[in-house]
């Protein structure tokens, strides 16, 4: 069974760094792409940031491009997502999720965790 | 505002079909045979209930289908039950770069 458990979030000034990990178990990790995808309070799904298997490729929204890292440690099956300069537009609950990949594609999230809440205030 | 369009709720008796529909463009829904759909309990994560447009993972029930035609795909609930009250959230793939974009979400009551 994919289990995927997202830690890390927390109360953040606006302008701070904080950095997020979902530990990863029930599959080969190493061979699945894996994302992030955020909610804001109340509001809809926004994909963040994705991640090849192997590490060697990423990929981010517009709107965190520059400020979010996105990596992962096979020795320890984990993702991680480093957040810097944060503002308050980026206060959401942050979902880990493994990645369907077919055709060359990353068609969708599959399998998700149960979230982290990050509060950007001051 | 979300790139693909949902109605904010439909709402049905226990028994009943509801359809909720999600209205993009060629460049996503109409573009990629790759819609999803998400179910989604208060507090709880997206569960994925429908992929492809049409395929229904292990363990959903067959009582949840999807469809498209043209920019717009559909998931439709038959026999509507009262655990099938939840925020439900279409996806589409949309490009090498864009990755994903995803509807506003519906809000399923179960009268």
């Known amino acids: 069974e994919v289990q995927l458990v997202e830690s890390g979030g927390g109360l953040v000034q606006p302008g701070g760094s904080l950095r997020l990990s979902c530990a990863a178990s029930g599959f080969t990790f190493s061979s699945y792409g894996m994302c992030w995808v955020r909610q804001a309070p109340g509001k809809g799904l926004e994909w963040v940031s994705v991640i090849s298997g192997s590490g060697d490729s990423t990929f981010y929204a517009d709107s965190v491009k520059g400020r979010f890292t996105i990596s992962r440690d096979a020795s320890k099956n984990t993702l991680y997502l480093q957040m810097h300069s944060l503002r308050a537009e980026d206060t959401a609950v942050y979902y880990c999720?493994?990645?369907?990949?077919?055709?060359?594609?990353?068609?969708?999230?599959?399998?998700w965790g149960q979230g982290t809440l990050v509060t950007v205030s001051s | 505002q979300s790139v693909l369009t949902q109605p904010r709720s439909v709402s049905g008796s226990p028994g009943q079909s509801v359809t909720i529909t999600c209205t993009g463009t060629?460049?996503?829904?109409?573009?990629?045979?790759?819609v999803s759909w998400y179910q989604q309990h208060p507090g709880k994560a997206p569960k994925l209930m429908i992929s492809?447009?049409?395929k229904r993972p292990p363990g959903v029930p067959d009582r949840f289908s999807g469809s498209r035609s043209g920019n717009t795909a559909s998931l439709t609930i038959s026999g509507l039950q009262a655990e099938d009250e939840a925020d439900y959230y279409c996806c589409s793939y949309a490009g090498s770069y864009t990755f994903w974009v995803f509807g506003g979400g519906t809000k399923v009551t179960v009268l």
């Open positions: 060629s460049s996503d829904v109409g573009g990629y045979s790759y």
């Open positions: 492809d447009v049409s």
């Open positions: 999720a493994k990645v369907f990949y077919i055709s060359g594609k990353y068609t969708r999230p599959d399998d």
